[in-house]
């Protein structure tokens, strides 16, 4: 007998190099942990008579998706940032909003990004951001998701960033608070939540800091046996920081200090030649690429693709945030990644489906450390799972023989709304399509009143800074 026992299920474990399908599978769980798997008829006879018995016919059952790059504190900003020029977005879209946006604010819109991304399968995420201790307490751990956070260090105050075109005014006494939050963060809250929190470091990026800094805080990570998770080489307005203030690239720079290694969690890294693709490749660093998010900001491809080709270890896939991607859910994130790519390379062979769900699952996993606990469907791993009902119009036929179609059809058909069942460390947090682990609609109330109080006052300024996206709205296109 089991706290839970799934059968009769299509059993994508993502043991061994491709899915580890088992037709027909079963798996059973006690406490936090699963501790079978394995065809139903040879799991029957122990835990047909578990406390809670679910049959999975007709449903795939996975690991939950690992989101390894998110900034859930956007998430009421959605759709207020984007159709714009990438040397406006940070700056002209995006800054007007960012001053009246409230710790009480980032907590509604983090329960918002966390019921968004749960409700389409995710389990784990990669959050960097501000507050982030709050956010874990108010959000995260009531919420039973994983999270693995960091509060990111910079020098940006208010008055760092007047002109793109010019250097940023580094204020070294916030830089030091923020060090000093992050620090506090890592001992606080790390292993919170009945482990399923745990706490990294996050230089924000080698344009918003000194070298002197960003070196500190990776020696800190690397002292207390952490990772650091870095916004590298994401845009043109970086390239112009790093060109005025280090006459070189990002990747060189950061090479250039021994920054670049296996400890080090580099998101986007679309502003790069092919050359510093295998360079962040061969130094072992871990890639989050957000796709979709960079698409829509940028209007570049990253390197997804390329960076494994050229001999890249980790990598995974994040959401970003709501203004500029897709939103928080990795299924349509998968989709975006793949067809993205392919197009990229004019190779419809690149990223095929089978990859695209270890890179959302047990890939993920291992880019942001948490590889050992969580990402596949094995004994003595931590029962992070999601179940995914394959009858709908749009998913069906379901087809095993010559080629199992399950893992093509979740990558590129699903939607998010197949996904009935979410199990984090062997609690339900989504049961029957619902959350149960947050009050759905109270979520998006608390959402769209921060979200209408951060507008309002924020409006004047945002038609102010007149970007490509104020100036359709003075147009009457919006």
């Known amino acids: 007998m089991a706290d839970i026992y799934i059968k009769n299920g299509f059993l994508l474990t993502m043991r061994g190099e491709g899915l580890g399908t088992i037709e027909d599978g079963a798996l059973a769980v006690e406490g936090q942990d699963i501790v079978a798997v394995g065809k139903t008829h040879e799991l029957d006879k122990k835990y047909g008579n578990s406390k809670r018995v679910i049959d999975a016919k007709s449903k795939a059952i996975l690991p939950g998706f690992v989101d390894v790059h998110i900034h859930t504190g956007h998430t009421i900003i959605r759709g207020e940032a984007q159709d714009v020029p990438e040397i406006e977005w940070m700056l002209k879209a995006m800054a007007p909003f960012g ?11 983090g329960a918002l990004g966390v019921l968004e991304g749960v409700k389409s399968g995710v389990t784990t995420y990669g959050e960097i951001g501000i507050n982030e201790g709050q ?23 208010p008055n760092s960033r007047p002109d793109a075109n010019k250097l940023y005014i580094f204020d070294t006494s916030l830089g030091e608070q923020k060090m000093k939050a992050a620090i506090d963060l890592v001992e606080r809250w790390d292993g919170a939540g009945d482990g399923r929190i745990s706490c990294i470091f996050s230089p924000h990026g080698a344009d918003m800091m000194s070298k002197d800094l960003l070196l500190r805080v990776k020696e800190e990570a690397v002292k207390r046996g952490k990772l650091s998770h870095i916004h590298v080489a994401q845009g043109g307005r970086e390239a112009i920081q790093i060109k005025l203030r280090h006459h070189t690239t990002t990747i060189k720079y950061l090479d250039s200090l ?48 390329l960076f494994l080709q050229r001999g890249g270890r980790y990598a995974g896939l994040g959401s970003d945030q709501a203004p500029g991607s897709t939103g928080h859910n990795m299924l349509v994130g998968m989709k975006m990644a793949a067809l993205l790519n392919k197009v990229r390379h004019r190779d419809p062979t690149v990223l095929p489906a089978w990859q695209m769900l270890r890179i959302a699952t047990i890939e993920g996993a291992n880019t942001i450390g948490l590889g050992n606990k969580i990402g596949s469907l094995e004994k003595g791993k931590k029962a992070d799972l999601i179940i995914m009902d394959l009858k709908a119009p749009h998913m069906v036929p379901t087809i095993t023989r010559p080629v199992r179609n399950v893992a093509p059809n979740i990558v590129y058909y699903s939607r998010g709304d197949e996904v009935e069942t979410v199990i984090v460390n062997g609690r339900f947090v989504v049961d029957g399509r619902r959350c149960v682990t947050l009050d759905e609609k109270e979520v998006m109330k608390k959402a769209q009143a921060a979200a209408d109080e951060v507008t309002a006052r924020a409006a004047d300024d945002f038609m102010a800074a007149d970007s490509y996206l104020a100036k359709a709205v003075k147009r009457g296109l919006l």
Do not use: W
Not at 135 to 149: L, T
């Open 258 to 305: 021994g920054f670049l290694d296996d400890k080090v969690i580099a998101a986007h890294c679309h502003q790069t030649t092919d050359d510093e693709v295998s360079i962040i490749a061969e130094r072992g660093v871990r890639y989050a690429s957000c796709p979709a998010s960079i698409a829509l900001i940028d209007g570049i491809v990253p390197p997804l693709a």
């Open 135 to 157: 956010v874990a307490e108010k959000v995260f751990i009531p919420s039973g998701v994983r999270a693995n956070i960091a509060d990111t260090v910079n020098e940006i105050g």
């Open 99 to 109: 001053k009246y946006i409230t710790p009480q604010h980032s907590i509604a819109a």
